[in-house]
T-cell receptor, first 113, second 111 residues
Framework: ETGVTQTPRHLVMGMTNKKSLKCEQHLGHNAMYWYKQSAKKPLELMFVYSLEERVENNSVPSRFSPECPNSSHLFLHLHTLQPEDSALYLC????????????FGQGTRLTVV | AQSVTQLDSHVSVSEGTPVLLRCNYSSSYSPSLFWYVQHPNKGLQLLLKYTSAATLVKGINGFEAEFKKSETSFHLTKPSAHMSDAAEYFCVGGGSYIPTFGRGTSLIVHP
């Protein structure tokens, strides 16, 4: 176990649905991240939260809405997604804001139908 | 800006033989470089990192990587492959705040 837990592990949603991805870290870190891993594309950093404040939005569409209620929890709220948003969404955390050097969860496999 | 290029999409080795996964980087300044491994249905795990200290970096599970500025390379090696090494490996450039991930190299290990 890496200390970063993501739920659900798999999610199928329609384009008009609203769903949320959850991430919890038990490592005492103060920075958390959302990454997107699509087939045949490099891993992309989506959002960075440091000390519960969003410090980076890497040009992500507004249909993805992150929330960080405390340093241990991170959510990704999804609404009106497109089929091309189907991907593995990975949560990660680190001590201090260092997205290159992080502990990753196992990911949520999202399929948009 | 920093970028990384993984030269092989797939590498196939026999168990017990050496592993070489190649990564070249481009950077206008001293880079920070990392290797991650991703086993099937798992998240990424940091194998090792280079941050301008020693040029030969030792990581977990017997892996190591050598930073060669003259060749702009940061290749990942292991003397003897094990079946459990079969996974996807990512070279990552961390010179700027937003990391740059390579496209990954799938390591296949034959018995």
């Amino acid at each position: 176990e890496t200390g970063v837990t993501q739920t659900p592990r798999h999610l199928v949603m329609g384009m008009t649905n609203k769903k949320s991805l959850k991430c919890e870290q038990h490592l005492g870190h103060n920075a958390m991240y959302w990454y997107k891993q699509s087939a045949k594309k490099p891993l992309e950093l989506m959002f960075v939260y440091s000390l519960e404040e969003r410090v980076e939005n890497n040009s992500v569409p507004s249909r993805f809405s992150p929330e960080c209620p405390n340093s241990s929890h991170l959510f990704l709220h999804l609404h009106t997604l497109q089929p091309e948003d189907s991907a593995l969404y990975l949560c990660a955390s680190s001590q201090d804001s260092r997205p290159s050097e992080a502990f990753f969860g196992q990911g949520t496999r999202l399929t948009v139908v | 800006a920093q970028s990384v290029t993984q030269l092989d999409s797939h590498v196939s080795v026999s168990e017990g033989t050496p592993v070489l996964l190649r990564c070249n980087y481009s950077s206008s300044y001293s880079p920070s470089l990392f290797w991650y491994v991703q086993h099937p249905n798992k998240g990424l795990q940091l194998l090792l990192k280079y941050t301008s200290a020693a040029t030969l970096v030792k990581g977990i599970n017997g892996f190591e990587a050598e930073f060669k500025k003259s060749e702009t390379s940061f290749h990942l090696t292991k003397p003897s492959a094990h079946m459990s090494d079969a996974a996807e490996y990512f070279c990552v450039g961390g010179g700027s705040y937003i990391p740059t991930f390579g496209r990954g190299t799938s390591l296949i290990v034959h018995p």
